[in-house]
């Protein structure tokens, strides 16, 4: 352990690529540390059909846009795999992997990474290491005693192990609607949302919902949005599943037993397995060594620089560290941001 970086970049999915663009750009010498073991980041996770919402214009990396798909349509989770390995390649980015960082402590003149692979010290960290370990699952009565499967979305890949049984899908966001619709095919399906879905018209594709999003970024009204970027996209699966009459949803069971769930009017419904698409946290146990992480589970920021540690930047997570911090185009306002204020508060250091 005898270099200090100026910048360690602990995560190296699309967020942590953004920043790394502009801290080259910068000119900032800087390293990206991923626990991944291929460049992807959560993409590499999501299920074998999973389509963006968001068309390839929508969804550009700075410097390089998305390619525009062949056969049109929106990217699927392959082709965005793909773009960000050719994109940190063509960045030359300074990504080591697999480096899982455990922890981040206070040194008088930097910050101390423990790693896998050993210690990193750096004046300034950027941590972008996302959502997808930290899956969210709400804790119902008796989900410790039910026996048969459950599984959040972050582990689904595909509906073929669900083929004839009954299944409940909780979650009334994307993830769930088109978990949903490929599932029906093959299994009994419920779905229960806590409140009846907000589905967009079928003619407001996420390109609408982006428009919408950037006008409000730029001042335009926020009353007036199409919809929020949660809402359900009728992709031409949710559409086909609408047809078939399943993409009707149901308020949520009071308890789960060892077989099956008990409902509000106290009847009992025998359950094969659960799929829990209810959302994610930020995953940023790395940074408890820090103390910097509040009872919300979030770290306090003003911009994406920690208000209790100013050598820790956030960016990725979701708005709380920039609009739209969790979207690909999101993560590189966010960036080109980020790096100019880190810049300039290591300015001192490298002058
Ligand atoms: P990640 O992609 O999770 O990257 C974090 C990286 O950090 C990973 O490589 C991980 O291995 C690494 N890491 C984690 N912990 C550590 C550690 N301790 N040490 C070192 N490395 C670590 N966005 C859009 O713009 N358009 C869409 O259409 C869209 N659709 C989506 C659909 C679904 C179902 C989901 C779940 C998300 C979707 N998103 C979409 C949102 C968003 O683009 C992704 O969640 C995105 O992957 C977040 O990028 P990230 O770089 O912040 O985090």
Redesign the pocket.
């Known amino acids: 352990m005898t270099e200090t970086h100026y910048v360690i970049v602990?995560?190296?999915?699309?967020?942590?690529l953004a920043a790394g663009y502009y801290l080259r750009r910068a000119a900032l010498y800087f390293l990206i540390?991923?626990?991944?073991t291929h460049a992807g980041?959560?993409?590499q996770h999501?299920w074998k059909s999973?389509r963006?919402?968001?068309p390839a214009a929508y969804?550009s990396m700075p410097g390089w846009p998305m390619p525009a798909r062949a056969q049109g349509g929106y990217p699927t989770r392959d082709d965005v795999i793909d773009y960000l390995a050719r994109y940190e390649a063509r960045y030359e980015l300074p990504v080591q992997r697999p480096?899982?960082?455990h922890s981040v402590v206070p040194d008088s003149d930097a910050l101390v990474l423990q790693t896998t692979v050993g210690a990193f010290r750096a004046r300034a960290v950027v941590s972008?290491?996302?959502?997808?370990?930290a899956p969210f699952v709400p804790n119902y009565p008796g989900r410790q005693i039910f026996g048969g499967r459950q599984l959040h979305s972050a582990w689904y890949v595909g509906p073929e192990s669900f083929a004839g049984q009954n299944v409940l899908i909780v979650g009334g966001g994307?993830?769930g609607a088109q978990i949903l619709a490929e599932l029906s095919i093959l299994a009994r399906t419920t779905w229960v949302t806590e409140r009846e879905p907000l589905f967009l018209p079928d003619d407001v594709d996420?390109r609408v919902l982006f428009e919408q999003a950037t006008a409000r970024l730029r001042g335009g009204p926020a009353d007036a949005p199409v919809g929020g970027i949660g809402d359900i996209v009728m992709v031409p699966p949710v559409v086909d599943a609408r047809a078939r009459g399943v993409l009707t949803s149901v308020r949520p069971f009071t308890r789960l037993t060892a077989n099956g769930a008990i409902w509000p009017d106290s009847a009992e419904t025998q359950v094969d397995a659960i799929i829990w698409c209810t959302g994610f946290q930020p995953?940023l146990a790395?940074l408890a060594s820090l103390g910097v992480i509040e009872a919300d589970g979030r770290v306090a920021v003003d911009g994406q620089q920690s208000v209790k540690e100013p050598r820790l930047w956030l960016t990725?997570?979701g708005d709380w560290c920039g609009p739209g911090s969790?979207?690909?185009?999101g993560?590189s306002r966010v960036a080109r941001e980020l790096v100019p204020k880190l810049q300039a508060f290591l300015s001192p250091a490298l002058s």
């Not at 540390?33 to 991944?36: N, R, V």
């Not at 969790?326 to 185009?329: E, G």
């Open positions: 602990i995560g190296g999915g699309q967020a942590g540390l991923d626990a991944g980041g959560a993409w999501g999973l963006l919402f968001s969804s480096v899982i960082v972008a290491t996302g959502t997808w370990s994307n993830s996420g995953a790395h990725g997570y969790a979207t690909l185009v993560a």
